[in-house]
């Protein structure tokens, strides 16, 4: 770093002026943490802004949070074995014995000092921050740190062990042994050493911190972040030693900022998002005084890493995590006017945005980030995954692509880092991608790339393992599908015939190796060599299909922070809304539920092949007996889920309420319960993980029949980690569940058989279409349908999507239309689950849904449906033909980009 400053004036030949620059810096005591490996400062190097858990394309209903994460390199950088700080005589000296007997020097003294310049030599005894009393033990300490620095571990070794020869206690000798140690990889052995420099320098920072380095890149997170918090402590009792690891910037003193900043990396990791910020990135950030620069880079030299926009990068992650979008974007806005060529801050504040579902400001953020480095993967990888939750999967292609040619770029640069690029997860994506268009061919050839690209010797997570296993079930049902491209869409059924094991295996993400089941691709590639893909040069619906489709679409589109508009899914809502009421309509509603539903459930299934759709009592009858979970989180440690957690209020208050009557506190601790205000004051009652029940009424019997579990359980991330320890608990894990068993199914049963006899009988009675009254009818079953629909759950996932679905095409067909779409900020699904009774929920939305109902028919710029060859069901009678018209533009021209990509 000090050789940046100087370089300009030495190539202007102000000789006087370099030396200035040096001279200044070295007796004002700034702490040269240098680049690369040279003086590094880290056993953990934690790269600002890496990769993380990818996400699962998400539809309108549901979806995965998913964050750009820090990660540590493949070859972690050591510390140096000492920092530069001024001499104070008030430091405690190395060795602990008597300050009057004399310290040998007999082993140091015979060792070669030559391959240090002596001024250099001595500037570095003079910086030593823990002074030995002997001052031929100083030299050799100092010479030492050079040669670790200098990546001379043998002779670093030989060195320290004189030292120890002459000073067995010298914690210093240690601590250059642990860190030439470290940088050779050996970090159990480095661990020892710095053990051993903790136990003869107790009430020395650096010891504490050095071990504390090595205890993280071991994974063993409660004593590394122990440690470090020890270091920090020490470093801040200036009672006892003021001017340990001390700096001065600008005139005034501070403590060794990148404690603080280490302190951060360690807990955020550990998924401690608030103490991260509290404890680490903000105090480091005070030490420096809030800067809003460092043009001069003397501050960034102190923390490493990013420096400053590192530490602000850091701080808008932990927000994020957090759940506060402002914050976190103002720390990413901060960071970047710092330094606006940081790809991964551009990279983390697009995830931000595509989180909170402002997905223009996210694809801005993303391209900034692959314009700086044309060979950056992650960019690509979120890129992609951002256009194919918006349903362009032609755009999502040609992202996952770049990232490919990314890594390719990488690769011949001698840069790649297998982990880091997550090349099986882009080839994942891309056979899905593919799949979803119906060019069944190429997606296969990339689903076969996945298990080849996975790096071996390295412990696979995040998206990695969701493509290892997710790539094997797309590729079985691509091939099904594949051979049903021009059957009859109602001669056959996914859930009948598709085997129940692989659809239990891939809705809870087993790996295919352990379901034992033979894969079934030889059979159906005998079956699909005659079967061409679906050609994208074909539109077979006219525009004005289309617009209909997409005008009735926007209803799924929740006005909710973090949902992305999906116009594929608008479009397929669209179809299976018109499909189904005419379904219902034609056989004037004497048809079973099931059956109805099931017309909505298909249309999800062959619409988004990302998402394992399945009805859960068609799954294993051990699974469905067991109570096949689903489960929605508001809460997950100290993560507020961006979608859910507004709801968060009227979850705890409901969750307080069921309390009182259903954990049998007693009375005087129901009282309690009704003043507590947080999570932890409620499970400090129970002492224990515990449950409440929503009620769910039966029409049929009155009885109740379960609705949605409350659940709040003590979250553990060390059940995530190889490591568990009472300190790896942090926050709690609050969510909604639903089992779904046996006995719950036929009781829901008996509810919906009631309802849709309640259903034909005012359809009959108030005809084609009706007054008022017929109207109020139609809407509350409506509502009904899909109080019961959401807090009953049948569905693997999608539950939410299709109960819309239905809902809608009930109103349909009473021969209304719902115009505007949902309320601002309301989930009907959560208002549903939430309320304890049918009637209260109807009572409540029966208004809204009223003034925002008109008779469908006069506007309608649909094709006459009393046309029987105009029907969904007739006019796309096959799985080629309802995949042409998802890949239809909304003019009804073939998308010419997906054309070029599919060629």
Same mark, same amino acid.
């Given at each position: 770093?000090?050789?940046k400053? &100087? ?10 002026r370099?030396?200035s ?5 070295f007796?004002g #005591?700034?702490?040269?943490?240098g680049?690369g ?9 934690l790269s600002i802004?890496g990769?993380g858990?990818?996400v ?11 964050l750009?994460?820090p990660t ?8 140096s074995p000492?920092q ?7 430091q ?8 009057k007997? $004399?310290?040998?020097s007999?082993?140091? @003294? ?11 030599l ?21 010479l030492g ?11 670093a070794?030989?060195?320290?062990r004189a030292?120890l ?6 914690f ?6 642990g860190?030439?140690?470290a940088m050779?990889?050996d970090?159990?052995?480095a661990n020892?050493?710095?053990?051993l420099?903790?136990k003869h320098?107790?009430?020395?920072s ?13 994974g ?11 270091a ?5 009792? #200036? ?8 700096q ?11 404690a603080y ?15 991260a910020l ?13 800067p809003?620069?460092?043009e001069?880079?003397e501050l960034?030299?102190?923390?490493g890493? %990013?420096?400053?926009s590192?530490?602000y990068?850091m701080?808008g992650?932990?927000?994020?995590s ?8 103002k720390a990413?806005?901060?960071?970047l ?6 790809k991964?801050a ?7 945005h ?9 694809i801005q953020?993303f391209?900034?980030?692959?314009a ?15 256009? *194919? @939750?918006?349903?362009?999967y032609a755009m999502a ?6 990232? =490919?040619n ?5 690769q011949k ?7 880091a ?9 891309l056979?899905?991608?593919?799949q979803a268009?119906g ?5 296969m +050839? *990339?689903f076969?790339?996945?298990?080849r690209?996975?790096?071996?010797g390295?412990?696979?997570e995040g998206?990695?393992v969701v493509?290892?296993?997710?790539s094997?079930y ?14 009859p869409i109602n001669?056959?059924?996914?859930? !009948?015939e598709?085997?129940e094991?692989?659809k239990?295996g891939?809705s ?24 061409p ?9 006219g525009k004005?299909? =289309?617009?209909?489709?997409a ?7 929740l006005k909710s922070q ?8 608008h ?8 499909e189904a009421?005419?379904f ?8 079973g539920?099931?059956e ?5 459930v298909?249309?999800?299934?062959i ?9 859960i009592d068609?799954l294993?009858?051990a699974?469905?007996?067991e ?7 508001l809460v997950?440690?100290?993560l507020?889920?961006?979608r859910?957690y507004?709801y ?21 601790v ?11 004051e409620l499970?400090n =009652?129970v002492?224990?993980?515990?449950w409440?029940?929503?009620?769910c009424f ?15 359980q003590k979250y *553990?991330?060390? &059940?995530r ?6 300190? !790896? ?8 569940r639903?089992p ?16 849709w006899?309640d259903?034909?009988e ?8 009706? %007054? ?8 509350r079953?409506?509502?009904?349908f899909?109080?019961y629909?959401v807090?009953f759950?049948?569905?693997?996932r999608?539950?939410a999507?299709?109960?819309?679905a239905g809902?809608v ?5 009473g #021969? ?8 601002e $900020? ?12 049918a009637e ?9 849904l ?5 008779e469908? #028919?006069? !506007?309608?710029?649909s094709e !006459?449906e +009393?046309d ?6 007739n006019a ?9 018209? =998802? ?8 998308n010419r980009l997906?054309q070029?990509?599919?060629?």
């Open positions: 770093a000090i050789l400053r &100087m370089r300009p004036f030495v190539e202007k030949r102000q000789v006087s370099a030396l620059v040096a001279e200044a810096y007796s #005591g700034s702490d040269n943490k680049e490996e040279d003086v590094g400062d880290k056993i953990v190097e802004g990769d858990p990818d699962s394309a998400s539809d309108n209903i549901e979806g995965d949070k998913h750009a994460l540590p390199p493949s070859l972690p950088v050591p510390p000492s530069p700080a001024p001499i104070s005589p008030s405690p000296a190395q060795s602990s014995s008597s300050k007997k $004399k310290m040998s007999k082993h140091v @003294s015979k060792l070669d000092y030559s391959s240090l310049n002596p001024a250099m001595d500037i570095a005894v003079h910086n030593l921050n823990h002074p030995h009393e002997n001052a031929m033990i100083n030299r050799a300490i100092a740190n050079s040669q670790v620095n200098s990546r001379r571990f043998a002779e070794e030989k060195t320290f030292v020869n002459d000073d067995a206690k010298s210093a000798a240690y601590l250059g042994i860190s030439a140690k050779q990889g970090l159990i052995a020892k050493d710095f053990t420099a903790v320098g107790p009430a020395i650096e010891c504490w911190k050095r071990r504390g380095q090595t205890m993280q890149a071991l063993r997170r409660a004593e590394a972040i122990s440690d470090v918090r020890k920090i402590k020490l470093m801040e009792e #200036g009672r006892k030693h003021p001017k340990e690891n001390r001065r910037i600008k005139g005034k003193a501070v403590t060794d900022p990148d900043n280490q302190l951060g990396n360690m807990l955020y990791q550990s998924k401690f998002y608030r103490a509290d404890e680490g990135f903000l105090r480091c950030l005070q030490a420096f005084g809030n809003t620069s460092d001069s880079g960034g030299t102190l923390i890493g %990013g420096g400053v590192g530490i990068n701080v992650l932990c927000n994020t957090l759940g506060d979008y402002e914050e976190g974007k990413f806005a901060t960071c006017s710092i330094e606006a060529n940081f991964e551009w990279v983390n504040l697009g995830q931000l595509r989180d909170y579902g402002n997905t223009a400001d996210a953020s391209a900034k980030a692959f700086l480095d044309s060979s950056y993967v992650h960019a690509y990888h979120l890129s992609g995954l951002c256009f *194919y @939750s918006m349903g362009n292609i040609s992202a996952f692509l770049g990232g =490919l990314g890594a390719q770029q990488q640069a001698g840069n790649a880092d297998p982990k690029q997550n090349v099986p997860a882009l080839f994942h994506m056979g899905v991608s593919f268009l060019l069944y061919p190429r997606a +050839e *990339y076969k790339q996945v298990p690209s996975i790096p071996s390295v412990i696979l998206a990695v493509a290892k296993h997710s094997w797309n590729r079985e049902l691509a091939f099904f599908l594949w051979t049903k491209l021009d059957q001669s056959w059924e996914l859930d !009948d598709v085997s094991i692989i239990e891939w809870k993400r087993k790996d295919y190796k352990d379901i034992q089941v033979h894969s079934n691709a030889l059979k159906y590639m005998q079956v699909t060599k005659s079967i893909a679906v050609d994208l040069s074909k539109a077979l619906l004005e299909w =289309l617009s209909t489709a005008r009735l679409g926007r209803f799924i589109q973090g949902f992305v508009a999906n116009e594929r899914q479009r397929q809502f669209g179809f299976a809304v018109m009421a005419q219902m309509k034609e056989r004037k509603v004497k048809c539920w099931r109805s539903m099931n017309v909505l298909k249309w999800r299934q619409s988004e092949p990302n998402d394992p759709v399945w009805w068609k294993t009858k699974s469905l007996k109570g096949f979970g689903l489960q929605t989180p997950t440690g100290e507020r889920v961006i859910y507004p968060f209020n009227k979850a705890f208050a409901m969750l307080k309420k069921l309390m009182v009557t259903q954990c049998k506190l007693g009375d005087k129901g009282e309690v319960v009704k003043r507590s205000k947080t999570l932890d499970y =009652l002492e224990d993980d515990f409440v029940i929503v009620p039966s029409e049929v019997t009155g009885e109740n029949m379960e609705g949605t579990r409350l659940t709040l *553990y991330e060390g &059940m980690a190889q490591n568990v320890s009472e300190t !790896d608990k942090v926050g709690f894990e609050f969510t909604i639903t779904s068993t046996p006995h719950r199914f036929k009781q829901f049963n008996e509810q919906f058989k009631k309802i006899n259903l034909q005012v359809f009959e009675r108030g005809g084609e279409k009706g %007054g008022g009254a017929f109207k109020t009818d139609m809407l079953l409506a509502l009904k899909f109080y629909w807090c759950g049948p569905l693997t999608g539950s999507a299709v109960g819309y809902m095409a009930i109103v349909r067909l #021969g209304f239309e719902i115009i505007g779409g949902m309320q $900020k309301v989930q009907l699904d959560w208002e549903a689950i939430l309320s304890v009774r209260a929920f109807i009572d409540e939305q029966v208004g809204w009223e003034a925002n109902t008109i469908h #028919g006069e !506007d309608d710029d !006459d +009393e029987v060859a105009n029907r969904i069901s796309l009678p096959t799985l080629r033909a309802r995949i042409e018209a =998802l890949n239809a533009q909304p003019n009804g021209q073939p997906a070029s990509l599919g060629r």
